[in-house]
């Protein structure tokens, strides 16, 4: 299935990317964001991700479009 999914791209999550969570959690610390929230927030902006299927509107923060809209 996977390799079915184009445009996919695999990311990796070496020390700089534990530091840009970090820094990101940091910055929305009022959030309460989960480890893995910040690190969507910091895919979603290396990427340049402007629109998010999701459930959690935690991955709006930045400025993206979270769809569906509840």
Do not use: F, N, Q
């Not at 996977?2 to 990317?17: N, Q």
């Not at 990427?47 to 400025?63: Q, V």
Request: glycine share 6%; hydrophobic share 40%.
């Amino acid at each position: 299935m996977v390799a079915s999914l184009g445009g996919l791209v695999m990311c990796t999550a070496d020390e700089d990317h534990h530091a840009r969570v970090c820094r990101m959690s940091d910055r929305l610390r009022h959030e309460k964001l989960t480890y893995v929230d910040a690190s969507s927030l910091v895919l979603m902006d290396e990427h340049d991700i402007r629109t998010a299927w999701s459930t959690d509107h935690r991955l709006g923060l930045t400025g993206a479009e979270v769809l569906p809209r509840l």
